[in-house]
């Protein structure tokens, strides 16, 4: 059980173009999802948190009209990285958690690569 | 300082060792503690948590939890060249509702 999944698993794309990656929880429904980047060899940084049917929680320092979260269901939320460059070029990995303060479970990851 | 903290390493046992990682964190109110383990190029894997001050045993995992020190450990009995991995000590405060990470422990299990 908490299998979170993500897609696509690695996109390359240009520079200033948009790209969604998506994730799904598969055999729970999540009340909350979160969106992490990780740069090589360093921890993961959280990006936002969101809750099904309203705005995500961005951090600090995270560009929110940059990053587009939509959490529509309990089962899928959506990471919109819009007009993306080089330096967006991370690991991005979401996980799912069934209440706030609960295990979060993760999805495998998407790695993106702007050139 | 930082929230959570852990050695970056890295470490390396032998195999068949006890490989034993370290976590401190800040937040006293803290209710939650997670250990993940996290392969090169992979996304993290949940592997043990725990809530309450003592050990916690799952296989050859161990976690202890000692609160009034704000220390959280994890301990592999029998290491094994497949427990090399980076181990993120995670924990929830308890005032913000989401996960803090520390900077992850390198261990290599050399056989």
């Known amino acids: 059980g908490a299998v979170v999944s993500q897609h696509p698993s690695w996109v390359i794309c240009k520079s200033g173009t948009s790209v969604k990656i998506e994730c799904r929880s598969l055999d729970f429904q999540a009340t909350t999802m979160f969106w992490y980047r990780q740069f090589p060899k360093q921890s993961l940084m959280l990006m936002a948190t969101s809750n099904e049917g309203s705005k995500a929680t961005y951090e600090q320092g995270v560009e929110k009209d940059k990053f587009l979260i939509n959490h529509a269901s309990l089962t899928l939320s959506t990471l919109t990285v819009t007009s993306a460059h080089p330096e967006d070029s991370s690991f991005y990995i979401c996980?799912?958690?069934?209440?706030?303060?609960?295990?979060?479970?993760f999805g495998p990851g998407t790695r993106l690569t702007v050139l | 300082q930082k929230e959570v903290e852990q050695n970056s390493g890295p470490l390396s046992v032998p195999e068949g060792a006890i490989a034993s990682l370290n976590c401190t964190y800040s937040d006293r109110g803290s209710q939650s503690f997670f250990w993940y383990r996290q392969y090169s190029g992979k996304s993290p894997e949940l592997i043990m948590s725990?809530?309450?001050?003592g050990d916690k045993e799952d296989g050859r995992f161990t976690a202890q939890l000692n609160k009034a020190s704000q220390y959280v450990s994890l301990l592999i009995r029998d290491s094994q060249p497949s427990d090399s991995a980076t181990y993120l000590c995670?924990?929830?405060?308890?005032?913000?509702?989401?996960?803090?990470f520390g900077s992850g422990t390198q261990l290599t299990v050399l056989p």
């Open positions: 725990i809530y309450s001050n």
């Open positions: 996980s799912a958690s069934f209440h706030v303060g609960n295990e979060q479970f």
């Open positions: 995670a924990v929830l405060s308890g005032s913000a509702r989401q996960l803090t």
